[in-house]
Every structure is written in C-alpha cells, then in structure tokens.
C-alpha cells in the first residue's frame, strides 16, 4: 500500500485534478468508485478527493494531506517572521458544527446551540470534549451539507444529535481525534448509503452508521439512486461481503442485487429518515 498512499499524497498536496493512467491508479480508483478515466489521464472532483483522503484515513491512520506547517497563520507566525508561509486555509483548523433537536456543545464554559441555517465554528481547545461524551454526534462526511442539517431526519434515540462536520484541512485531525474519545453508542457516521459508504463507515472500527431506516425499500428503479456509481465500487462491496456479518450482510447483499448507490445530498433533500446501524 505505500505506494497507493503515496500517490494519494500527491494527488491532494498537488492539488491535482488529474493524473496519468496508470496501474496503480487503476487500482486506487476500483477500490475506492473514485474518478473519470478521460483518455490516457485520470480526472477527480472535489468529492473523488475527498473520499480518497477519508479512505487513507480510515485504512491507515494517516492524513495523506497533512503538512507539517499546517495549524494556521497565528500558528507560523510565533515560528517564523512570515505568517504567509503558513499552509493552511483561515478557517481550516476550525471545527463546524450543528446541534439538532435538544443537544449543546460546550464552548469556553459556556453552552450553545445553533438555529436551523446556520453553523457553528468552534477553536478545538474551547470545546469542552467531556461534555461532548454526553451528546449524540453525528460525524458527516459531506461538508456542504452542513448548511442544511436540520433537513436531516433522525429517528427519535438519535433526533438530539451534535453534527459535526470531518473536516478536509487541519481540521481533519482534530475531528479524528475527538471520534476516538467518543463513546462508541454515542457516535455515528454519516456517509452514502452505498458499499464505498458503508465499508468506510465499517473501517472506523466502533460506532455506528447513519443509513435509512427503510433501507430495504430503496432498490434499482428509486429515482436518486446511481446504478453506475455502485458498479464502479465491486472491490468496496466484496470487502463489506467478506467483513460484513447480520444486518451488514444483509445490506451488502441488498446493495449488490439493487445496484444501490444513493448518495448523501439526496438523502437530505428528500428527508429520508435515517437510522443508527451499530457495529458496537
């Protein structure tokens, strides 16, 4: 794998959005459902890279984005007289933030909570973390959906729910770090209900996933669904059928004979309403 992480690495150091095709890449793309082969190159969205940072994360522990210079301007500036050669983006090391339904946060002793249409950016070393334990969070992977969280359906355990965003600079790590304090039946993943979807939900190794509550009504013919998407994710879809037991299983084996692939966004716009899988 060294050197799949390290073409990852480069890929999102570079800022690329395109590579040329190669067997490594071949390889990267079928197990992760990610890119566009357009002749002899490789072409990425902003979400193929996403998903590829996540897999690394989730596979291997490791940033595949992470610079050594990352923490911010305020940060560089007590290292170096230039604060500009600092890396990281003004709000990346900021974590984003939502409360649905009953549930606060913890900021510089003080509670909060956020109307719908709007977020909350917090500085890692204000949010008290012990009285994060206590809530419901809901990590998703899909920042643009933060704006929109209260479209987000949950059943009635999981409707007072703290929403938190994953990150994709600094903040990355930050949420990690507060994924592994959580207690695992307070903590859920929200990710596409497809095999890419669930098996990156499954690396995490605790918690659980957020998936739709009818996830056996879903199948081939539902409006948002992505056959072609799903039929890019084999690789994905074999690890969840060989790792996979009870309900996983049982999904994985909904999914292949669907073709399911239904992503996040539509999720939320339809109001689906969506429910904890646990792996607890």
């Known amino acids: 794998m060294p050197a799949e992480i390290a073409a990852i690495e480069r890929l999102l150091r570079g800022g690329k959005t395109k590579v040329r095709l190669n067997p490594t890449?071949?390889?990267?793309?079928?197990?992760?459902?990610?890119?566009?082969?357009?002749?002899?190159?490789?072409?990425?969205?902003?979400?193929?890279?996403?998903?590829?940072r996540d897999y690394v994360l989730a596979e291997h522990?490791?940033?595949?984005?992470?610079?050594?210079?990352?923490?911010?301007?305020?940060?560089?500036?007590?290292?170096?007289?230039?604060e500009k050669l600092s890396t990281a983006s003004v709000f990346g090391h900021l974590l984003v933030m939502a409360t649905a339904g009953q549930s606060t946060v913890r900021v510089t002793g003080k509670g909060v909570s956020?109307?719908?249409?709007s977020v909350l950016s917090v500085l890692p070393d204000c949010l008290n973390a012990e009285h994060l334990h206590t809530q419901k969070l809901i990590i998703i992977e899909n920042g643009g959906l933060m704006p929109h969280w209260a479209d987000l359906q949950l059943t009635e355990s999981w409707k007072?729910?703290?929403?938190?965003?994953?990150?994709?600079?600094?903040?990355?790590?930050?949420?990690?770090?507060?994924?592994?304090?959580q207690p695992g039946h307070?903590?859920?993943?929200?990710?596409?209900?497809?095999?890419a979807g669930l098996a990156m939900a499954l690396d995490q190794g605790r918690g659980n996933?957020?998936?739709?509550?009818?996830?056996?009504d879903f199948g081939r013919?539902?409006?948002?669904?992505?056959?072609?998407?799903?039929?890019?994710?084999?690789?994905?879809l074999k690890r969840l059928k060989v790792r996979g037991v009870g309900k996983v299983l049982k999904i994985a084996e909904h999914m292949e004979k669907e073709e399911l692939a239904l992503m996040q966004e539509h999720l939320v716009l339809r109001q689906v309403k969506m429910s904890a899988l646990s792996f607890e």
């Open 160 to 181: 007072d729910a703290v929403i938190l965003y994953r990150g994709h600079r600094e903040n990355a790590r930050f949420v990690a770090d507060i994924a592994r304090e």
């Open 186 to 195: 307070n903590l859920a993943w929200f990710f596409d209900f497809d095999p």
């Open 61 to 82: 522990g490791i940033d595949p984005q992470f610079d050594s210079r990352a923490g911010g301007r305020m940060a560089m500036a007590r290292k170096d007289a230039s």
């Open 114 to 117: 956020t109307p719908p249409g």
């Open 209 to 216: 996933a957020l998936i739709p509550q009818a996830w056996f």
């Open 25 to 52: 890449w071949e390889q990267i793309c079928r197990e992760n459902g990610v890119g566009q082969v357009i002749g002899r190159e490789i072409h990425f969205t902003p979400d193929d890279k996403q998903r590829l």
């Open 221 to 236: 013919h539902t409006a948002f669904n992505q056959p072609k998407t799903h039929r890019n994710q084999m690789n994905a």
